[in-house]
């Protein structure tokens, strides 16, 4: 089974039953013609929308990116005061994508992590990845 179901995984199930004619129509006046073009219709208007936040994301995303590494110091800061400093930067951004972009750079070997004991309990602290650990 998959791990994740779509709309998309839904929606072309759905289309391939209409064609094999293993759909009932009922009393509904729909034919089949009608259902087949609206699934396409639904189809066409997710991949748009997906192309559309996946092309947003490439212009956004890596601008986003490169505001959070600048952000970063040799100081431990957590996503959430890096999220902070960066609405007042660039308005509206939300927690999980300054931590999308933090791993993204982690992995990326620019920065590291580690567990921060804080008052408020305990929360990952990043900075820029220090030369003794490149």
């Known amino acids: 089974m998959k791990d994740k ?3 998309i995984d839904i929606l072309s199930l759905i ?3 209409v064609k094999k004619d293993n759909f009932d129509y009922g009393k509904t006046g729909i034919s ?3 259902v087949l073009l609206c699934l396409n219709n639904f189809l066409l208007q997710i991949k748009k929308k997906q192309e559309r936040e996946k092309r947003i994301y490439h212009e956004k995303g ?3 990116k490169d505001l959070v590494e600048s952000l970063l110091s040799n100081e431990y800061q ?4 890096l999220a902070e400093a960066l609405s007042e930067e660039i308005g ?9 972009r933090l791993t993204q750079l982690v ?3 620019i920065a590291e992590k580690t567990s921060l004991k804080l008052k408020e309990g305990r929360r ?3 900075r820029l990845r220090q030369e003794e650990n490149k």
């Open 92 to 100: 509206d951004i939300t927690h999980h994508k300054v931590v999308a």
């Open 62 to 64: 890596d601008e986003i």
């Open 5 to 7: 179901i779509t709309r």
């Open 107 to 109: 992995n990326d070997g």
């Open 15 to 17: 289309k391939e039953n």
């Open 78 to 81: 957590t996503a959430e005061d």
């Open 32 to 34: 089949k013609e009608d």
């Open 124 to 126: 990952v602290g990043y």
